[in-house]
Structure formats: structure tokens, C-alpha cells
């Protein structure tokens, strides 16, 4: 019994929570190998166990679903009882086998890349119970699970953003990063209640089997207005327009951290909850057309600014977002298989581009400022050669992972029967042009040229030593790693960072070959593996169009992103000055994305600062303390000036008591003669 | 027969002049001595009352109250000797410790 599937669910997300534990707890007394033995245990084992899962299901005659494994009725009350049960399918067995299986990877980099820092053991607690949390996110069988798994994700990337909590920039933050998951939040908690009112059950599969059952209703009201909900909750958390404002910032957190939460694992889950309720938003044409735009709008609005930040991360944030927008725009055309394949590829190369951006930033000691870098493929050989391989598996070449999921998305945007397919298909191909540009723009400027960093460190600091301005080294005040570092100067990472990259080069090169498509000769597996929940409806149409607009489209995007590849060429390789130069003779469009459509600076000045001046104003000034604290100040008034009144007959003159005493008693003695026939007769 | 209102009178006007004593008199012991008139005072209104409803209970009470009395007299007196012992005075207007 014991080996049964349904009691190994449990073990996923409990032993990273285990592992929390411990670290948390006694991580601050343990020798640093025995965090690292603890953390990668607890993450190693969950990934074994669903690489087991992983060939249960696809065995032949496997069920398509693990059932539930049910506890006890987790809450119980008339007409509502929701469990906590998990459950597996092939949906979730993809997001199980991206969050066991980078997760473990990056943990493993993590043990080098944080090796030098203060608070190792926090930062491996914190690692853990992001595991945990993401794993009861994509494991739930019910909504409300799935929101606490929702929750504790945004708390552990809250808690990782402001790992070095004390720069102000990174709490801050982290902050943001929690308040404006909040705003997202709070339409998943509207959309759980409608649910809870129409449906009676947030268990996903009465809540689909309800729906399945009622084929009138199409396009009807509540079901668009929860969808609707439900998008802003995944905005929220995937970062879409508008809320995805505080993805950028959430740099800010070490690298690793930005590889495993904000680009592979967390930021997906918006995307896997909308997969999750394909049912529901199949049935609400309105809901999917505003997922489309939505998610178009965020590929080319994020890839636009993303062509012109300078410092390393900020790029790869912006093409998370971009990224994340091409997996909204493919739900949003109902191919959902698609959108779950670009994730998946998404998760291999833009981890590995991150870990492989973490290096670069570990070999320049701190540096982030792509100006300052260059020429560094000699120097950082591993490192170059993996993050190439990530840079050509986003930028979507041909036969890396990046090429066959964008090629999906963009070719299931063009046949969907959305009447603004073709537009949304046109941005996602421009979108592509601009991911190639930017990407290998860093490549370009990162890798090649002139080494631009010694100069700078000498201009600035005398000495080659670590750039302390920027984030990853204000907590690392070891005095002699900084002269061993300064001494070797550019440094190749060591091999149990190198380790992670390599693999994760190697997914990224082969990851999107279980999505060949039929029209290149493949049996785009993906979409048969997840047949079984999302049904083969997106197969339609590729039946009836024939292979060759496939083809040609594919040719289209992969001439598209070459195009992006040259113009970085030309710029940033062979004639290094004409991008200032062009980014001088179009000053305006350039300083717009600069300052990235002051987005920020719009929000602050009209939701921010008129909220906190109403804070302030009216709720601080006349509720708080106007009347919250004033009526407390006024009952302490008049209980003084009470005291006051009486204190002169405190004399302490025992003779003035017994006056006083006598007086009274008279006066009640007055009172029951008269009083009675004073009331009787008035 | 002795109509009731008389002893009611009579333990009234005994009662007023404990009263009085007591707020007048500054002599701690003058006004201990205000305080067992009053207590007998009442105490005849008790016996008077058990006497005209012929009930016993009001009898069993006058006991309590003369018990109550002979105890605080006990704890009285000791304490105005170590009032006197420390202060030299037996006058109530000088004793006032309470007042800070």
C-alpha cells in the first residue's frame, strides 16, 4: 500500500517542508554542508518521485488521472466541504516534473553561487518552502488548495526578494512584489466565491463536470465574470499587463532566485491556473479574447523595453514577461497544450539563462551593468557556451526547444477562429523579431567587444574589486574572498554551478523536440500526452489546413528571428556606435522605452501617492486619529476632570470622610423615603 | 405596654447624637465611644421590632451586631494605643497618614 501512487503524493510537497523545517530551525547552528545536504535532499527526493510518476502514467493502459488522495474534510461546513486532497494528471505531471526537476538544479547551483554569503541557511529555508508551496500549488485538486499554494509562493518570493533585506531597494521590493500580487489576489478570491455560489464546490472536477453538463451554457454571464476574475488573479501572479510591474523589481533577489521563482516555476503559475480552468474558460469567448490580447499586448509592450535595458537581469525580466505573454496569448486561442509546451520549454531556457547570467555576474564579482562587461566568451568559457544555447533556444532558431513552442503559439494564434487572430499573430511575430534582437544584444554586449569591466572597476575603485554597488555583494563582506577574487580577476564559476547549466543547455537544445510538430515530421507528443485533459480539439484544425501553412508560417517566425539576430549584429558587433547613435537620432521613441512607458512613474503618481495622501489625509489624520484615538483621548479627559473634581475631598482628614459619609447615607436614606412617592407622583 | 414608636424614638435620637459626636468630636476615643452608641441604637430598633412582631431573628441579630462590636472594639482600641505610641496625640485632625 505503501508504494501506491496516491500515498507518494504526499512526500512531494512534504519533504521540502521538512526540509524547511529543519533549516529554518537549527539551519543557523549547522555547518554549511549539512544546509546543503539538507536542502538537496529535500528536493532530490520529491524529483525522484515524480520522474516515478512520471513513467506510471505513461505506461501503457495508465489511468489518466492518479485519483485524489483525500484527508479529512479540511473544511466542513453547510453546503461547502473542500479537502485536502491532492491529485495528479498529466497537466500537473508536467508542472510536477518542471518544479521537482529545475528546482532540484538550481538548488544545486544555489550551493555555489550563494557559497560566500551571509545567511546560507535562510536563504535554503526559504528555497524549501518554495518548493513546498509550489508543489501543493500545482498538486491541489481544489481551488482553495490551490490558492494556499498560490499564497505561500508569493510569501516565499516575497521572503527571497528581500533575501538581502538590508538594502532598502530590495525590501522594497518585496514588498511591491506582495502588494501587487494582492491586487491579483483579490479577483481569485472573488472568482473562488462566485464559484463557491453557482457551484456549491471549488473541487476542480465537480466544478468541470458541472459545466460539462450544461452545454447552454456558452458565453453566459458568471461563468465570463469568474474567468474574468481569474485572469486578474493570474495577471497577478504571471505578471501580465497591468500588474506586471512588479516582476522587473523582484531582480532584486539573488540570482538563483530570479532563475527557480520568477521566470521557470512561480511567475507559470497564472499560466497553469488558466490551463487548469480550460473548461471554464472555453465557455466564455469574452474572457478568452481578453487573455489573447492581454498576453500579446505583454509579449511585444515587456520585448520592447526589454531592447533597451542595460543592466543583465532587467533584460531577462522583461523577456520573462514577454515570454509569459506568448503562454497567455496561446490559452487566450484556446491552445492550451501549446501555451503548457512553452512553459515547459520557457522553464529549461530561461532558467539556464538566468543561472548562466547569475555566473557572468559571479565571474565580474557583482558586476550587472551590461556596459561594463564584454569579451568575456574567453574568459568564461562554459559559461558562454551554455548561455548560447539558451540565447538561440529564446530567440526561436531552429531545432532548439524555443523555436517548435513559439512556433506553436504563433501558429495556433494564425488558424484560431478568433476574429483577431491574424493582429494578435502579426504582434507575436513582431514579438519574436524583438526577442531575438534583445537576446542577442546581451549575447553581443556580454561576450564580445571590448572587455569593458577592468576600466571601469579601476576608474571607480582604484582596484579591480568587486562592484559593490550593485546587488549581489552588499551582504558578502568576507575581506579575504574579495582579495582572492580581485586576484584571479575574472573568474570562471565552479563546477557545481557549471553542472546545473550544462543540463539545463542540454534540455534547452532537445526540450522542444517532444513538439515537433506533424508538419515537420514529428507527432508533437506534448499535445498527445496532454490530450487527456485538455482534450483534442486544438488538433482540428492543423487536420483540415494541411501542412503547408505551417510551414510556411514557421519559415516566416525563423526568418523573423534571424532578421533580430542580424540587427543585433550590426549594432552591437560590428559597428559598435551606431546603436547610440541611432538611439540618439530617435530620441523620443527611445527615451519612452527607457524609461519604460514611465509605467511605474504613472502608477506612483496616480494610484500611490493619491492612496497614500487618502491614507495619510482621511484615514490617518481624521479616522485614526481624529476619531480612533480622540474618543480614546476624550474618555481619559473626562475621567480626569472627574478625578479632579472629587480629588479636593481626598483630604485625609478622617472627620471630612465621615461627613461625607454620613451625607451620603442620608442622601440614600432621602431617597428611599421620598423618592418612591417623587415617582409616583411627579 | 410601651408603644414601638418610642423605642424607635428613643433609638433615632440615640443614633443622632452617635452621629453627631462622631463628626464633631475630634478625640479618637470620643468618637469610638459615638460609634458603639450608634451600634446600640440600632440595636434597639432591632430588639424593638422582634419585640413587636414577636419574632426571634431580630434578638439573634442584636448578638451579631454586639459580637461585631466587642471585636472592633478589641481592634479599635489596640489601634489608637500605636497610633498614640508613634504620634503622641490622640486627635484625629493630626492623624492623617492617608493623605500623601
Redesign the interface.
Known amino acids: 500500500m505503501n508504494s501506491s501512487p496516491e500515498n507518494l503524493l504526499w512526500y512531494i510537497p512534504l519533504l521540502p517542508f521538512a526540509g524547511f523545517l529543519i533549516n529554518g530551525t537549527l539551519g543557523r547552528k549547522l555547518p554549511r554542508a549539512l544546509v546543503s545536504a539538507v536542502a538537496l535532499l529535500c528536493t532530490a527526493l520529491p524529483a525522484a518521485i515524480v520522474a516515478w510518476l512520471w513513467v506510471l502514467m505513461r505506461a501503457d493502459g495508465a489511468p489518466d488521472l492518479i485519483p485524489a488522495t483525500v484527508s479529512q474534510p479540511w473544511i466542513q461546513i453547510t453546503g461547502l466541504t473542500v479537502n485536502f486532497a491532492f491529485t495528479v494528471d498529466h497537466l500537473t505531471l508536467i508542472m510536477l516534473g518542471v518544479v521537482t526537476g529545475v528546482g532540484f538544479l538550481i538548488h544545486i547551483y544555489s550551493v555555489g553561487y550563494m557559497a560566500h554569503e551571509e545567511g546560507y541557511w535562510r536563504f535554503f529555508a526559504y528555497l524549501n518552502l518554495f518548493m513546498f508551496f509550489m508543489s501543493v500549488l500545482v498538486l491541489a485538486d481544489n481551488f482553495l488548495l490551490l490558492f494556499v499554494g498560490w499564497e505561500g509562493v508569493g510569501l516565499a518570493s516575497y521572503l527571497l526578494i528581500g533575501f538581502y533585506f538590508r538594502k532598502s531597494s530590495a525590501a522594497n521590493a518585496g514588498k511591491k512584489a506582495f502588494v501587487v500580487n494582492r491586487i491579483g489576489d483579490f479577483g481569485f478570491l472573488l472568482a473562488m466565491f462566485l464559484l463557491i455560489v453557482h457551484f456549491g464546490t471549488l473541487n476542480f472536477t465537480d466544478i468541470f463536470a458541472a459545466i460539462g453538463q450544461h452545454p447552454e451554457w456558452q458565453g453566459v454571464r458568471f461563468l465570463t465574470a469568474i474567468a474574468l476574475l481569474l485572469v486578474l488573479g493570474a495577471a497577478g501572479k504571471s505578471a501580465q499587463i497591468p500588474l506586471y510591474v512588479w516582476l522587473p523589481d523582484a531582480m532584486e533577489g539573488p540570482t538563483p532566485v530570479s532563475a527557480l521563482i520568477h521566470a521557470a516555476t512561480m511567475v507559470t503559475a497564472g499560466i497553469y491556473m488558466v490551463a487548469r480552468c480550460h473548461t471554464l474558460f472555453d465557455r466564455s469567448p469574452v474572457a478568452l479574447t481578453v487573455v489573447a490580447c492581454i498576453g500579446a499586448a505583454t509579449a511585444i509592450f515587456a520585448a520592447s523595453i526589454g531592447m533597451v535595458q542595460q543592466d543583465i537581469k532587467r533584460v531577462l525580466a522583461y523577456s520573462t514577461i514577454s515570454q509569459l505573454g506568448y503562454m497567455f496569448l496561446a490559452c487566450g486561442v484556446g491552445a492550451y497544450a501549446a501555451g503548457i509546451f512553452h512553459l515547459l520549454t520557457h522553464a529549461f531556457f530561461k532558467a539556464l539563462l538566468f543561472l548562466a547570467a547569475g555566473s557572468v555576474i559571479h565571474a565580474l564579482s557583482g558586476e550587472q551593468d551590461m556596459r561594463n562587461m564584454g569579451g568575456l566568451w574567453r574568459r568564461i568559457p562554459v559559461t558562454f557556451w551554455t548561455m548560447t544555447m539558451g540565447v538561440i533556444a529564446i530567440a526561436g532558431i531552429w531545432p532548439w526547444a524555443g523555436f517548435f513552442s513559439k512556433d506553436e503559439i504563433l501558429y495556433q494564434t494564425f488558424v484560431s477562429p478568433n476574429h483577431v487572430g491574424k493582429l494578435l499573430w502579426f504582434i507575436g511575430l513582431l514579438t519574436a523579431g524583438m526577442t531575438s534582437f534583445y537576446m542577442f544584444r546581451l549575447w553581443f554586449k556580454t561576450f564580445f567587444g571590448e572587455p569593458r569591466f577592468e576600466q571601469v572597476a579601476v576608474e571607480h575603485h582604484g582596484a579591480p574589486v568587486h562592484a559593490s554597488s550593485t546587488t549581489t555583494l552588499t551582504m558578502e563582506a568576507d575581506p579575504d574572498e574579495d582579495l582572492v577574487a580581485s586576484a584571479h580577476g575574472v573568474h570562471e564559476s565552479p563546477w557545481i554551478m557549471l553542472f546545473p547549466l550544462v543540463i539545463l543547455a542540454i534540455l534547452s537544445f532537445v526540450g522542444g523536440w517532444v513538439g515537433v510538430p506533424a508538419a515537420l515530421g514529428g507527432h508533437n507528443e506534448i499535445e498527445h500526452f496532454l490530450e487527456p485533459v485538455f482534450g483534442s480539439a486544438s488538433a482540428a484544425p492543423a487536420a483540415t489546413s494541411g501542412h503547408g501553412l505551417e510551414l510556411a508560417l514557421a519559415a516566416v517566425s525563423l526568418l523573423v528571428a534571424l532578421t533580430g539576430f542580424y540587427f543585433a549584429y550590426v549594432l552591437y558587433y560590428k559597428k559598435p556606435g551606431t546603436a547610440a547613435e541611432l538611439a540618439g537620432r530617435a530620441k523620443p521613441a527611445y527615451t519612452i522605452l527607457a524609461n519604460k512607458y514611465w509605467v511605474d512613474e504613472f502608477y506612483s503618481n496616480f494610484l500611490v501617492i493619491p492612496l497614500m495622501m487618502f491614507s495619510r489625509g482621511v484615514l490617518d489624520f481624521i479616522v485614526d486619529r481624529g476619531l480612533v484615538n480622540g474618543s480614546g483621548r476624550a474618555a481619559g479627559f473626562v475621567t480626569r476632570g472627574f478625578a479632579w473634581a472629587t480629588r479636593s475631598q481626598?483630604?485625609?482628614?478622617?472627620?471630612s470622610y465621615?461627613?461625607w459619609l454620613?451625607i451620603g447615607a442620608a442622601a440614600v436614606l432621602a431617597v428611599m423615603i421620598f423618592g418612591r412617592s417623587l415617582l409616583v407622583h411627579p | 405596654m410601651v408603644p414601638t414608636a418610642y423605642y424607635l424614638v428613643l433609638a433615632a435620637v440615640l443614633f443622632s447624637i452617635g452621629i453627631a459626636a462622631f463628626l464633631i468630636k475630634r478625640n479618637v476615643i470620643t468618637i469610638f465611644i459615638s460609634i458603639e452608641l450608634m451600634l446600640n441604637a440600632v440595636n434597639l430598633t432591632f430588639v424593638a421590632f422582634a419585640h413587636m412582631w414577636h419574632q426571634v431573628s431580630g434578638q439573634i441579630f442584636v448578638f451579631f451586631v454586639m459580637v461585631v462590636a466587642a471585636a472592633e472594639a478589641a481592634v479599635g482600641l489596640a489601634i489608637i494605643i500605636s497610633i498614640f505610641r508613634t504620634r503622641k496625640t490622640l486627635n484625629v485632625d493630626e492623624i492623617d497618614l492617608m493623605k500623601s
Open positions: 481626598i483630604s485625609g482628614n478622617i472627620r465621615a461627613g454620613a
